[in-house]
Nanobody, 125 residues
């Protein structure tokens, strides 16, 4: 079992920055590929944002955030980060991190096995 806890969300003006963190704990928590997803409004399907492989050798970001968001990880701290720069109104969402037990990374929410509770990001004009 893996537990994931996101933090770092909040209210920010358009053009600003935030860094989200996802702390993992539990069995072999430091050896999973990780992903970030977002959901807005509630009930809508979660949208892929970024993913990173087990040891950070490959990252992938969605076209909608490419050039603005960067995913990274520190396995010594069992933590994954999402650096978000030049935030836009349309980035407002509940952001989730997820862990994948299978080999390789994934851009589909079905490819992940464990999920955090989410952290809210609200971008204002």
């Amino acid at each position: 079992q893996v537990q994931l806890v996101e933090s770092g969300g909040g209210l920010v003006q358009a053009g600003g920055s935030l860094r989200l963190s996802c702390a993992a704990s539990g069995r072999t928590s430091g050896t999973y590929a990780m992903g970030w997803f977002r959901q807005a409004p509630p009930g809508k399907e979660r949208e892929f944002v970024a993913s990173i492989t087990r040891f950070g050798g490959r990252t992938y970001t969605a076209d909608s955030v490419k050039g603005r968001f960067t995913v990274s990880r520190d396995n010594a701290k069992n933590t994954v980060y999402l650096q978000m720069n030049n935030l836009k109104l349309e980035d407002t969402a509940l952001y989730y991190c997820a862990a994948r037990t299978a080999v390789g990374d994934s851009q589909s929410q079905g490819g992940y096995d464990y999920w955090g509770q989410g952290t809210q990001v609200t971008v204002s004009s």
